[in-house]
């Protein structure tokens, strides 16, 4: 069982930078690829980084691709989600979520994710 809980959103305007935080309860951290995802007002839940358990491996949606970094530090449990360049279109509430299971590869997949935390959101003024 993983719990998350995220920090570090709020309203910043358009090409300012914000980093989102989410620690993780329970002692298999570091077995979990991790994800964050948003969802804006209207819209489908979306990918936006992932991470493999090492830390090695990273992916990106291409939406935020070269203005996100997505990073981990396992003895903290804690992964981060440093965000540049921020546009209107990231506003959103942003999850971070945990993959179950011995999986390694840092999929976009939100169905292949099973704990989410409750989001923080993220509101980017033009």
């Known amino acids: 069982q993983v719990q998350l809980v995220e920090s570090g959103g709020g309203l910043v305007q358009a090409g300012g930078s914000l980093r989102l935080s989410c620690v993780a309860s329970g002692r298999t951290f570091s077995r979990n690829v991790m994800g964050w995802f948003r969802q804006a007002p209207g819209r489908e839940r979306e990918f936006v980084a992932a991470?493999?358990?090492?830390?090695?491996?990273?992916n990106y949606a291409d939406s935020v691709k070269g203005r996100a970094l997505i990073s981990r530090d396992n003895a903290k449990n804690t992964i981060s989600l440093q965000m540049n360049s921020l546009k209107p279109e990231d506003t959103a509430l942003y999850y971070c979520s945990a993959r179950a299971g011995s999986f390694n590869s840092p999929t976009a997949d939100p169905g292949q994710y099973r704990y989410w935390g409750q989001g923080t959101v993220v509101s980017v003024s033009s």
């Open positions: 991470i493999d358990r090492s830390g090695t491996t990273t």
